[in-house]
Structure formats: C-alpha cells, structure tokens
C-alpha cells in the first residue's frame, strides 16, 4: 500500500470528524510542517555561509546525505505505525535538516533574487493549494492513485534526464512537478482534514508527523520545482 492510497479510510466509509477535530488535525500538522521548513532552512542558509575548504568537505558527504534521505523517508513511511509518534517527529527533523544541507549547496548555484521569487511563489502556490484542499466539497480522494502515478513518471523523467541533460526535457519536468505538487497539496490537506491520514496512522499524533512529513515535501518538492523554472544559475 502506498502512502497515497488509504483503503477503509473514515471519508471512504462516510464517516466525518466533528470541525474542532478536523481542525487540530490540520493544525498539528502544519505545525510541524513549517518547523521542519524552518530547520530545512537554517540548516540551508548556515551551508551557504562555509568557507570554500568547509564546503569541499561537506561536499564528499552530499551522496551519503542523499541516500540516508530516502532511507528515512522510506523507513518513516513504513514503519510510522510501529513506533511512537516521538521518535517519528525525531526522524521528521532529521530528515529536514539532512534537505537543508542538499538545499544549501542547491542555493549557492543560484542569485538570491531567484531563491527569493521560488520562495514567494512557492508560499502562494501552496497556500492556495492549502486553502482549496480545506474548504472544497469535492472529495478528491480518487486522485490519488493518477497523482501516485504522476509521481512514478516524474521521477523516471528526472532520471533520464541525468543522462540527457536536455534543457528543454528539465524545463517540462519541472512544470510538470509544479502541476503534481500543487494538486499534493490539495488531495493532502483534504486527507488530513478528514481524520484519513491519522486512521491510517494510528493515532493522532502520528497522524500529525505523517501529515507534517506529506506537506513538507509538497512545500520542497514545489520550491525546488519553481526554482528550476525561474533562476538563471550564476
């Protein structure tokens, strides 16, 4: 099963959360969603200020940091359910601090007025996203497996194109990732409202990393997307 197909899910069986519940769903979790955006951040801006030496040595860790990412979202994907929602939020917060160090090399390729245009669009797009998901009375729920599809091809896309590095191939991609991220966002918000996420997590608090965790590489995902798409690199 994967993390965007919830069978037996309580929209699914027609079962609604009072709104004082549906609100501290969301809530929570975005909480925890914009802490992680503020370590990522940090962790980003504070590799931005090494010195060339410091960089070149942190630099032969990039591949590592890269794989010890997947691992953790693998892991906390798979394993939320078996362990406690503290240790899920530890492995959350370690896992935006290992993007702020990926993120951090990625700024130094581009002007500071680029990074600040894919910020503020990024904000926008996905508060709009965000407010869209919360208020609709659409139920969204049978996007998930075309946007779990999306993602598939994305990523297949991106990988290809580490071969060809086609300029006008990279340029598709990153629309294309702005058009998944942004629907994301929507599908995710309405499955957290609903009291989904947190079903298919266990616990409230669970569901309250899970769902922070969802956001949190939406909010990425659409940043270094939107980057692609508006910075000249230096």
């Known amino acids: 099963m994967n993390q965007y197909e919830l069978p037996s899910s309580p929209s699914q069986l027609g079962v609604r959360p009072a ?9 929570q979790a975005f909480l925890w969603m914009f802490l992680g955006v503020l370590v990522t951040t940090g962790v980003g801006f504070w590799v931005t200020t090494l010195s060339e030496s410091s960089l070149q040595r942190l630099s032969g860790l990039f ?3 890269i794989l010890l990412q997947l691992g953790i979202a693998i892991g906390l994907s798979f ?3 078996r362990i ?19 993120i951090g090399f990625i700024l130094l390729i581009y002007p500071i007025t680029s990074v600040a245009a894919a910020g503020i669009g990024t904000a926008a797009i996905f508060g709009g996203a965000a407010f869209y998901g919360s ?8 996007l998930g497996a075309y946007l779990f599809m999306a993602l598939i091809g994305l ?12 300029d006008g191939l990279s340029y598709l991609v990153s629309w294309a990732a702005v058009v998944i991220f942004t629907a994301l966002t929507a599908f995710d918000v309405q499955r957290i409202q609903r009291g989904d996420v947190a079903a298919w997590a266990g616990t409230m608090e669970k569901g309250a990393v899970m769902g922070a965790f969802r956001l949190y590489l939406d909010f990425i995902n659409l940043f270094l997307a939107l980057l692609r798409i508006l910075g000249g690199r230096r």
């Not at 208020?135 to 049978?142: A, G, P």
């Open 19 to 27: 709104a004082a519940l549906s609100a501290a769903f969301l809530t």
């Open 63 to 65: 591949f590592p940091v």
């Open 84 to 102: 406690s929602a503290t240790l899920g939020l530890g492995l959350f917060f370690l896992y935006a601090a290992l993007t702020g160090v990926t």
């Open 155 to 166: 990523v297949a896309a991106s990988l290809v194109n580490l071969f060809l590095r086609s």
């Open 135 to 142: 208020v609709t009375k659409r139920d969204l729920t049978s």
């Open 79 to 81: 394993a939320i359910r």
